[in-house]
């Protein structure tokens, strides 16, 4: 694990690309998490079920706008600039609160719940597009490289993290 520590810190020492990378890393995850979960409620497996209030079903980008504007305000008071845990964790939260909200992007452009339809693929193409816009392979490559040469006990060229 010390390993591992020392390599994220030397590949993440600037903070920007940090904070890319966790937004990236959470976005994907995110993504990911919430399409397996809506496909669950859709089959009705599982203890997650459709989030509703009075009626009126709640879809998650309501969630995904909610954390978004939060860590927009976060930033816009300056808390978390530069190296902090306020800037790693608002970081990971604009990477979740954007999945949230792209994975519902056809419903905001049709305006209609088109989710398992033919035009929820819009939804799917505004999160790939967003997604290598965030580039988690670009910004974390050098990481994932360094973490690679780790398990395969081989120090990385030059030895600088070491």
């Known amino acids: ?20 990378f966790l937004a990236s890393l959470a976005f994907l ?3 990911g998490a919430v399409r397996g979960i809506t496909l669950m ?7 997650v079920h459709n989030v509703s209030a009075g009626g009126l079903h709640i879809h998650h980008l309501v969630w995904g706008i909610l954390l978004l504007i939060v ?8 808390v978390g600039v530069g190296s902090s845990w306020v800037a790693s964790l608002t970081a ?5 609160g954007a999945a949230l909200t792209l994975d519902e992007f056809a419903l ?27 580039s988690a392979g670009v910004w974390g490559w050098p990481f994932f490289r360094g973490v690679a040469a780790h398990l395969r006990h081989k120090p990385q060229s ?5």
């Open 1 to 20: 694990m010390g390993a591992l520590k020392r390599l994220y810190h030397f590949h993440f020492r600037n903070e920007r690309r940090e904070r890319l």
């Open 29 to 31: 995850i995110t993504f």
């Open 41 to 47: 409620i859709r089959a009705g497996i599982g203890p």
């Open 71 to 78: 860590v927009g305000y976060v930033w816009l008071l300056e």
């Open 92 to 96: 990971i939260a604009f990477g979740v």
């Open 108 to 134: 905001w452009l049709n305006l209609n719940d088109v989710y398992w339809e033919r035009q929820g693929r819009e939804s799917i193409d505004a999160v790939l597009i967003f997604g290598g816009l965030l």
């Open 158 to 162: 030059g030895g600088a993290y070491e």
